[in-house]
């Protein structure tokens, strides 16, 4: 499996960017993807994560009612659409394969990560 994350950037606050995970290997199939944010100096944490089917969805408390995650499975690829962007939502979000979905401690594939700066 190899996942890129992609469409990070620079933005002003209350504004708008979507990101993409897409798989190179074309293997992801079956897993549930996982959204994760590292901003500096701070440890990686949970954003949200989408199960295979794309029938369920689970957020942080922090990005609900913001960010968006969906998936386009014939084109192996996921979405995180985030709105309302706040200086706070500033780091390199990554994408992940999960063995499990709602066990976020728990990784299969990481991917590699794209920049999010949100300017005041």
């Known amino acids: 499996v190899q996942l890129q994350a992609s469409g990070g950037g620079l933005v002003q606050a209350g504004g708008s960017l979507r990101l993409s995970c897409a798989d190179s290997g074309r293997t992801f199939i079956g897993y549930p993807i996982g959204w994760f944010r590292q901003a500096p100096g701070k440890e990686r944490e949970f954003v949200a994560a989408?199960?295979?089917?794309?029938?369920?969805?689970e957020y942080a408390d922090s990005v609900k009612g913001r960010f968006t995650t969906s998936r386009d499975n014939a084109k192996t690829t996921v979405y995180l659409q985030m709105n309302g962007l706040e200086s706070e939502d500033t780091a390199i979000y990554y994408c992940?394969?999960?063995?499990?979905?709602?066990?976020?401690?728990?990784?299969?594939?990481w991917g590699q990560g794209t920049q999010v700066t949100v300017s005041r």
């Open positions: 992940a394969a999960l063995p499990v979905y709602g066990d976020y401690r728990r990784v299969a594939y």
């Open positions: 989408i199960t295979w089917s794309g029938d369920n969805t």
